[in-house]
T-cell receptor, first 113, second 113 residues
Framework: QQQVKQSPQSLIVQKGGISIINCAYE??????FPWYQQFPGKGPALLIA???DVSEKKEGRFTISFNKSAKQFSLHIMDSQPGDSATYFC????????????WGLGTSLGVNP | NAGVTQTPKFRILKIGQSMTLQCTQD?????MYWYRQDPGMGLKLIYY???????DKGEVPNGYNVSRSTTEDFPLRLELAAPSQTSVYFC????????????FGNGTRLTVT
Protein backbone atom coordinates (compact mmCIF):
# COMPACT_ATOMS: atom_id res chain seq x y z
CA GLN A 1 0.00 0.00 0.00
CA GLN A 2 1.55 3.22 -1.16
CA GLN A 3 0.93 5.93 1.38
CA VAL A 4 2.46 8.77 -0.64
CA LYS A 5 1.35 8.99 -4.25
CA GLN A 6 3.51 11.13 -6.52
CA SER A 7 2.66 12.38 -9.99
CA PRO A 8 3.57 12.67 -12.76
CA GLN A 9 6.11 9.90 -13.19
CA SER A 10 7.98 11.99 -15.73
CA LEU A 11 7.81 15.57 -16.87
CA ILE A 12 9.42 17.61 -19.61
CA VAL A 13 9.30 21.40 -19.59
CA GLN A 14 10.94 24.14 -21.58
CA LYS A 15 13.63 26.34 -20.11
CA GLY A 16 12.00 29.19 -18.25
CA GLY A 17 8.77 27.29 -17.68
CA ILE A 18 7.17 26.17 -14.43
CA SER A 19 7.57 22.56 -13.30
CA ILE A 20 4.88 21.21 -10.98
CA ILE A 21 5.08 17.88 -9.16
CA ASN A 22 2.24 16.71 -6.96
CA CYS A 23 2.04 14.37 -3.99
CA ALA A 24 -0.93 13.07 -2.06
CA TYR A 25 -0.87 11.30 1.26
CA GLU A 26 -3.33 9.26 3.27
CA UNK A 27 -2.09 9.30 6.84
CA UNK A 28 -3.37 12.42 8.61
CA UNK A 29 -0.71 11.93 11.27
CA UNK A 30 2.03 12.92 8.80
CA UNK A 31 3.51 16.25 9.78
CA UNK A 32 6.80 16.56 7.96
CA PHE A 33 6.99 16.75 4.17
CA PRO A 34 10.46 16.98 2.57
CA TRP A 35 11.38 17.04 -1.09
CA TYR A 36 14.63 15.46 -2.25
CA GLN A 37 16.46 16.04 -5.52
CA GLN A 38 18.56 13.31 -7.09
CA PHE A 39 20.97 13.69 -10.00
CA PRO A 40 22.10 10.62 -12.01
CA GLY A 41 24.78 8.65 -10.20
CA LYS A 42 24.29 10.59 -6.96
CA GLY A 43 22.35 10.13 -3.79
CA PRO A 44 19.25 12.22 -3.06
CA ALA A 45 19.76 15.58 -1.39
CA LEU A 46 17.23 17.58 0.61
CA LEU A 47 15.79 20.39 -1.47
CA ILE A 48 13.10 21.89 0.75
CA ALA A 49 10.74 20.72 3.50
CA UNK A 50 7.49 21.93 5.03
CA UNK A 51 5.46 21.38 8.17
CA UNK A 52 1.64 21.53 8.04
CA ASP A 53 1.40 24.72 10.07
CA VAL A 54 2.19 26.73 6.91
CA SER A 55 0.54 26.57 3.49
CA GLU A 56 3.56 27.59 1.46
CA LYS A 57 7.34 27.70 1.75
CA LYS A 58 9.65 29.27 -0.78
CA GLU A 59 13.39 28.91 -1.25
CA GLY A 60 14.66 30.68 -4.32
CA ARG A 61 12.95 29.22 -7.38
CA PHE A 62 11.53 26.28 -5.41
CA THR A 63 8.17 26.49 -3.62
CA ILE A 64 6.22 23.91 -1.67
CA SER A 65 2.46 24.40 -1.54
CA PHE A 66 0.60 22.47 1.13
CA ASN A 67 -3.14 21.75 1.30
CA LYS A 68 -3.90 20.04 4.59
CA SER A 69 -7.62 19.51 3.95
CA ALA A 70 -6.95 17.85 0.61
CA LYS A 71 -3.92 15.96 2.00
CA GLN A 72 -1.83 17.15 -0.91
CA PHE A 73 1.43 18.99 -1.34
CA SER A 74 3.27 20.06 -4.43
CA LEU A 75 6.65 21.31 -5.60
CA HIS A 76 6.78 24.24 -7.99
CA ILE A 77 10.01 25.06 -9.80
CA MET A 78 9.84 28.54 -11.29
CA ASP A 79 11.97 29.57 -14.27
CA SER A 80 13.05 25.94 -14.77
CA GLN A 81 16.65 25.50 -15.95
CA PRO A 82 18.41 22.60 -17.69
CA GLY A 83 20.42 22.16 -14.48
CA ASP A 84 17.15 21.31 -12.68
CA SER A 85 16.90 18.10 -14.73
CA ALA A 86 16.86 15.41 -12.05
CA THR A 87 14.57 13.01 -10.23
CA TYR A 88 12.48 14.53 -7.47
CA PHE A 89 11.09 12.58 -4.53
CA CYS A 90 8.47 13.71 -2.08
CA UNK A 91 8.25 12.06 1.31
CA UNK A 92 6.24 12.24 4.49
CA UNK A 93 6.63 11.18 8.07
CA UNK A 94 4.99 11.32 11.45
CA UNK A 95 6.65 13.70 13.90
CA UNK A 96 9.48 14.26 11.41
CA UNK A 97 10.80 10.81 12.22
CA UNK A 98 13.42 10.01 9.60
CA UNK A 99 13.21 6.28 10.11
CA UNK A 100 9.49 6.44 9.37
CA UNK A 101 9.81 8.44 6.15
CA UNK A 102 7.48 7.20 3.45
CA TRP A 103 8.76 8.03 -0.03
CA GLY A 104 6.94 8.77 -3.23
CA LEU A 105 8.08 6.86 -6.32
CA GLY A 106 9.82 9.84 -7.88
CA THR A 107 9.36 12.18 -10.84
CA SER A 108 11.95 12.40 -13.57
CA LEU A 109 12.16 16.02 -14.70
CA GLY A 110 13.78 17.06 -17.96
CA VAL A 111 14.20 20.72 -18.84
CA ASN A 112 14.83 21.41 -22.51
CA PRO A 113 17.25 24.24 -23.26
CA ASN B 1 34.63 17.37 4.24
CA ALA B 2 33.71 14.10 2.51
CA GLY B 3 30.21 13.63 4.01
CA VAL B 4 28.96 10.08 3.48
CA THR B 5 31.29 7.77 1.57
CA GLN B 6 30.19 4.42 0.15
CA THR B 7 32.35 1.70 -1.33
CA PRO B 8 32.40 -0.01 -3.74
CA LYS B 9 30.57 1.98 -6.42
CA PHE B 10 29.74 -1.11 -8.45
CA ARG B 11 29.75 -4.82 -7.75
CA ILE B 12 28.61 -7.98 -9.50
CA LEU B 13 27.90 -11.01 -7.34
CA LYS B 14 26.99 -14.54 -8.19
CA ILE B 15 23.97 -16.09 -6.51
CA GLY B 16 24.91 -17.37 -3.07
CA GLN B 17 27.96 -15.16 -2.63
CA SER B 18 28.28 -12.73 0.26
CA MET B 19 29.63 -9.22 0.49
CA THR B 20 29.79 -6.16 2.69
CA LEU B 21 28.86 -2.70 1.51
CA GLN B 22 30.88 -0.11 3.34
CA CYS B 23 29.59 3.24 4.57
CA THR B 24 31.42 5.86 6.57
CA GLN B 25 30.51 9.42 7.51
CA ASP B 26 32.65 12.23 8.90
CA UNK B 27 29.89 14.51 10.19
CA UNK B 28 29.66 12.90 13.65
CA UNK B 29 26.04 12.00 13.00
CA UNK B 30 24.44 9.57 15.39
CA UNK B 31 21.74 8.42 12.98
CA MET B 32 22.58 6.26 9.98
CA TYR B 33 20.40 4.44 7.47
CA TRP B 34 20.59 1.94 4.64
CA TYR B 35 18.16 2.24 1.75
CA ARG B 36 17.70 0.34 -1.45
CA GLN B 37 16.42 2.03 -4.58
CA ASP B 38 14.79 0.06 -7.35
CA PRO B 39 13.63 1.65 -10.63
CA GLY B 40 10.18 3.16 -10.23
CA MET B 41 9.94 1.96 -6.63
CA GLY B 42 11.31 4.86 -4.62
CA LEU B 43 13.47 4.23 -1.58
CA LYS B 44 12.96 1.46 0.93
CA LEU B 45 14.59 1.49 4.37
CA ILE B 46 16.57 -1.67 5.10
CA TYR B 47 18.16 -0.96 8.50
CA TYR B 48 18.92 2.05 10.60
CA UNK B 49 21.02 2.93 13.64
CA UNK B 50 20.54 5.61 16.28
CA UNK B 51 24.07 5.34 17.60
CA UNK B 52 27.06 3.08 18.04
CA UNK B 53 25.95 -0.36 19.16
CA UNK B 54 22.27 0.21 18.35
CA UNK B 55 20.61 -1.01 15.16
CA ASP B 56 17.07 -1.84 14.15
CA LYS B 57 15.16 -3.20 11.19
CA GLY B 58 13.52 -1.03 8.61
CA GLU B 59 10.90 -1.91 6.05
CA VAL B 60 12.82 -4.56 4.06
CA PRO B 61 15.51 -6.17 6.29
CA ASN B 62 15.34 -9.78 5.08
CA GLY B 63 18.61 -11.01 3.61
CA TYR B 64 20.68 -8.24 5.17
CA ASN B 65 22.59 -7.61 8.38
CA VAL B 66 24.24 -4.53 9.83
CA SER B 67 26.56 -3.57 12.63
CA ARG B 68 27.51 -0.22 14.16
CA SER B 69 30.70 -0.48 16.18
CA THR B 70 31.66 3.17 15.73
CA THR B 71 29.82 6.43 15.10
CA GLU B 72 31.47 6.74 11.69
CA ASP B 73 30.89 3.32 10.14
CA PHE B 74 27.71 1.43 9.27
CA PRO B 75 28.45 -1.57 7.02
CA LEU B 76 25.68 -3.58 5.36
CA ARG B 77 26.22 -7.31 4.97
CA LEU B 78 24.53 -9.41 2.30
CA GLU B 79 24.58 -13.13 3.00
CA LEU B 80 23.71 -15.63 0.27
CA ALA B 81 23.03 -13.04 -2.42
CA ALA B 82 19.85 -13.48 -4.49
CA PRO B 83 18.77 -11.85 -7.77
CA SER B 84 16.08 -9.97 -5.82
CA GLN B 85 18.90 -8.05 -4.12
CA THR B 86 19.96 -6.48 -7.40
CA SER B 87 19.51 -2.80 -6.63
CA VAL B 88 21.23 0.47 -5.89
CA TYR B 89 22.06 0.79 -2.20
CA PHE B 90 22.30 4.13 -0.46
CA CYS B 91 23.69 4.89 2.94
CA UNK B 92 22.54 8.06 4.68
CA UNK B 93 23.12 9.87 7.94
CA UNK B 94 21.38 12.60 9.91
CA UNK B 95 22.30 14.66 12.93
CA UNK B 96 19.09 13.83 14.72
CA UNK B 97 16.23 11.44 14.05
CA UNK B 98 13.63 14.16 13.75
CA UNK B 99 13.15 16.86 11.12
CA UNK B 100 16.78 16.79 10.08
CA UNK B 101 18.01 16.32 6.52
CA UNK B 102 19.26 12.96 5.39
CA UNK B 103 22.76 13.15 3.90
CA PHE B 104 23.19 10.43 1.31
CA GLY B 105 26.25 8.79 -0.16
CA ASN B 106 26.51 8.24 -3.91
CA GLY B 107 25.36 4.66 -3.77
CA THR B 108 26.57 1.16 -4.60
CA ARG B 109 25.11 -0.46 -7.70
CA LEU B 110 24.87 -4.20 -7.05
CA THR B 111 23.98 -6.85 -9.59
CA VAL B 112 23.37 -10.45 -8.55
CA THR B 113 23.46 -12.97 -11.40
Amino acid sequence: QQQVKQSPQSLIVQKGGISIINCAYENTAFDYFPWYQQFPGKGPALLIAIRPDVSEKKEGRFTISFNKSAKQFSLHIMDSQPGDSATYFCAASNAGNNRKLIWGLGTSLGVNP
Amino acid sequence: NAGVTQTPKFRILKIGQSMTLQCTQDMNHNYMYWYRQDPGMGLKLIYYSVGAGITDKGEVPNGYNVSRSTTEDFPLRLELAAPSQTSVYFCASSSTGLNSPLHFGNGTRLTVT
